[in-house]
T-cell receptor, first 114, second 115 residues
Framework: GENVEQHPSTLSVQEGDSAVIKCTYS??????FPWYKQELGKRPQLIID?????GEKKDQRIAVTLNKTAKHFSLHITETQPEDSAVYFC?????????????FGTGTRLTIIP | DTEVTQTPKHLVMGMTNKKSLKCEQH?????MYWYKQKAKKPPELMFV???????INESVPSRFSPECPNSSLLNLHLHALQPEDSALYLC??????????????FGPGTRLTVT
């Protein structure tokens, strides 16, 4: 089955600086890679996702890059703000018509220092 | 309505009790999921229903019994649980991919404590 590794497990960044979280996956057939943000006591929420036929995707301060050959993908957050503090999970999946089995990474606790 | 709702928010039960968790969505999604999340860990998939049929069971113990009465509702029946089953139980739903939309929408979860 799929295995997703995520690093670092904790990350502290000065407000306004950039944060980068990296994930690797094992199954070359995986073709969908979402990132979820989970604030304390709240539900995971999708912040950005990328398909395997795309190398990079950007949404305002958030970007994701994918290297299929190396089987790794990364989340980049620029101009970090205090509200970015949360746990971030990467995930990988083989899309199967609404029947996706998401395999999550172990999570990164991001703390933005004011 | 882009929301998945779950009841109850909190549940405390003894090891001999029988209880049920409920999940509801009105987004027309045809895939629904149960996840278990322990503290400081990622969500772990338990079950997937696709078009109201169980399509994935991640070798979950039989003391957890899922049910999908219709396309909007998903239940998780609990019986003879163990203290180690205490966790946050998350429900999620997603639509059949259209225009490459695969997002899983999560509910707020039920915080379960087994005493």
């Amino acid at each position: 089955g799929e295995n997703v590794e995520q690093h670092p497990s904790t990350l502290s960044v000065q407000e306004g600086d950039s944060a980068v979280i990296k994930c690797t996956y094992s199954d070359s057939a995986s073709n969908y890679f979402p990132w979820y943000k989970q604030e304390l006591g709240k539900r995971p929420q999708l912040i950005i996702d990328i398909r395997s036929n795309v190398g990079e995707k950007k949404d305002q301060r958030i970007a994701v890059t994918l290297n299929k050959t190396a089987k790794h993908f990364s989340l980049h957050i620029t101009e970090t703000q205090p509200e970015d503090s949360a746990v971030y999970f990467c995930a990988a999946s083989k899309v199967n018509f609404g029947n996706e089995k998401l395999t999550f990474g172990t999570g990164t606790r991001l703390t933005i220092i004011p | 309505d882009t929301e998945v709702t779950q009841t109850p928010k909190h549940l405390v039960m003894g090891m001999t009790n029988k209880k049920s968790l409920k999940c509801e969505q009105h987004m027309g999604h045809r895939a629904m999921y149960w996840y278990k999340q322990k503290a400081k860990k990622p969500p772990e998939l338990m079950f997937v229903y696709s078009y109201e049929k169980l399509s994935i069971n991640e070798s979950v113990p039989s003391r957890f019994s899922p049910e999908c009465p219709n396309s909007s509702l998903l239940n998780l029946h609990l019986h003879a649980l163990q203290p180690e089953d205490s966790a946050l139980y998350l429900c999620a739903s997603s639509q059949v991919p259209r225009n490459w939309s695969y997002e899983q929408y999560f509910g707020p979860g039920t915080r379960l404590t087994v005493t």
